[in-house]
Structures are given as structure tokens and as C-alpha cells.
């Protein structure tokens, strides 16, 4: 137990760190608000909402495009990165196989390898098959990229999970298959959503592979098209705030929505 003193501290500590953490989140909001005729590169508080702002950035900078490409990328990273962590990570914690242990180290070289070092040559190849400037080329990359942290993440958690349990269940007559979709992964959900909702954050950002691999503008992500937005209105600083705040009110939403399982994943390998 601490005392009411440490207490009252650490919360002091916490919220100087909160408003140093939420004062540029504010200066955006803010800002976006801000009558275009009255904005500057400066903190501004308008005298009035102006919800216009969002509207006019919103189209005429096509975020609706956009926001469409980076919804499919990034589920569909999301998606199969998931099942193909959990079927992996399922399969390195409770099973034993000749080279185990050194196709799991290689594995985790994605981990240690920047995406930058390896871009160039990843563009080469994705041209040479015909997948530059498609979908695919922003899937099938981060994909790879985010399956050696997923499936660290799903290892660790299945092997925190007593061996009794899958033992009494292989007595029940369970099927390895059954094991795992019936039992682990129920009782793994909350490792499940924090693991996606990271993958989730990631490729919603994602910058450089999209500006490498596409060309047309409608296979643009928010990312992406919000940077070719932000060289058309150089000085127009309420629509930029906008349009910034557009691209990543979907991450803060959805941490909003997990905000609970998140915790509870990420305190998981801490609390037994």
C-alpha cells in the first residue's frame, strides 16, 4: 500500500505528463476549428466553431478515396495476420519439431531488419510479378512484416497457459485443431485484440510503402493522401488540421472501443 502522499504525487506526475501528452492533440483540434481566414502556423482558439472546415477538406481533398483504401489494407492485414499468428504461434508453443527453435530465431529476424533496408528490393520484386500499383503490394508486405511480431505475441501467450488444461482436454478426446479454436484462442482474446489493434495502428500509418509501391490516386491511403493534400494547401493551416484530424480520429476510435481489452492484453504477461 503507498500512502495518500505518494499517491496524490503519482497522479501529479501523471497529469503533467497527460497535458504535455495532450497539448499538440489540442492545438490540432483547435486549429481545424479555426475559421481558414483567421488560422496561422501558431496556437489559435477560434472565436467560433467552424465545422465547415472538415467537409471542405474532406473533398476536396478525396479523403473519401482515401480512407476506403486504408479500411481494406488495413483489415485485411489485420485479418490474416491474426489467423496466421495463431496458427503459428499455437504450433511453436505446443508443439515439438525438428528445427523448432531455429525456424522460430528466423522468424524473428523480421522483427530486428527495418522495413527501409529492404524496400527497394521488395519494390523490385513486386514489379517483375505484376503487383506494383495494386492492393497487393501494400497486403502481402505488411503482412510479412507484422507476422513475426504477431507471432512472438501469440507464442508467449500460449505458452503462459497451463499445459493441464490442454492435457485434459486432449483426455476429453479434443483434436489438436480443437483445442485450439475451442479453448485457447476464447480464452486468449484479450492478447487477440491487442495484437490487432497494434497491427491495426500500424499499417493505418503506414507511410513509406504506400508512397513506394502506388501511383493512381485512388489506391492512395490516408497517409499517403493526406502528405499530396498537405502540398496542395501549404498555407491553409485550419484545413490541414482537418485533414489530419480526419486521418486519425479511425485509430483513436477504435483504441476507444478496446481501450478495456487492451489493458488487459498488454497486463496478461504480468498478472497470473
Not at 502522499?5 to 503533467?16: D, H, Q, S
Not at 481558414?36 to 496556437?43: F, G, N, Y
Not at 467537409?55 to 481533398?61: F, I, K, S, V, Y
Not at 492492393?135 to 511480431?149: G, H, N, R, T
Request: aromatic share 14%.
Amino acid at each position: 500500500m503507498i500512502s495518500k502522499r505518494e499517491a496524490t504525487l503519482n497522479y501529479l506526475i501523471l497529469g503533467v505528463f497527460a497535458i504535455i501528452a495532450l497539448f499538440p492533440l489540442l492545438g490540432v483540434l483547435t486549429s481545424a476549428l479555426t475559421d481558414p481566414s483567421e488560422s496561422s502556423a501558431s496556437l489559435t482558439f477560434p472565436s467560433s466553431p467552424h465545422f465547415e472546415n472538415f467537409l471542405t477538406a474532406w473533398n476536396e481533398g478525396h479523403f473519401g478515396t482515401y480512407m476506403r483504401s486504408s479500411v481494406l489494407v488495413t483489415v485485411s492485414v489485420v485479418v490474416i495476420s491474426s489467423l496466421l499468428a495463431v496458427l503459428a504461434g499455437y504450433a511453436f508453443a505446443t508443439m515439438r519439431f525438428r528445427g523448432q527453435s531455429v525456424l522460430f530465431y528466423i522468424l524473428l529476424l523480421g522483427l530486428m531488419v527495418p522495413s527501409e533496408a529492404l524496400i527497394i528490393p521488395l519494390y523490385y520484386d513486386l514489379r517483375g510479378v505484376g503487383l506494383t500499383d495494386t492492393y497487393w503490394a501494400l497486403i502481402f508486405p505488411q503482412v510479412a512484416q507484422s507476422l513475426a511480431f504477431c507471432t512472438f505475441w501469440m507464442r508467449s501467450f500460449f505458452r503462459g497457459i497451463p499445459t493441464s488444461l490442454i492435457e485434459a482436454a486432449k483426455l476429453d478426446g479434443a483434436t489438436r485443431w480443437s483445442v485450439l479454436w475451442k479453448i485457447l484462442v476464447p480464452i486468449s482474446r484479450p492478447a487477440l485484440l491487442t495484437m490487432a489493434m497494434l497491427v491495426f495502428m500500424w499499417t493505418w500509418n503506414e507511410f513509406l510503402m504506400p508512397l513506394v509501391m502506388i501511383t493512381s490516386e485512388n489506391l492512395r491511403t490516408a497517409p499517403l493522401g493526406l502528405a499530396f493534400f498537405q502540398g496542395q494547401h501549404t498555407s491553409q493551416f485550419s484545413l490541414l488540421a482537418a485533414g489530419a484530424t480526419i486521418v486519425a480520429a479511425p485509430v483513436v476510435i477504435v483504441y476507444l472501443f478496446l481501450q478495456r481489452h487492451f489493458i488487459a492484453g498488454m497486463l496478461a504477461g504480468a498478472v497470473k
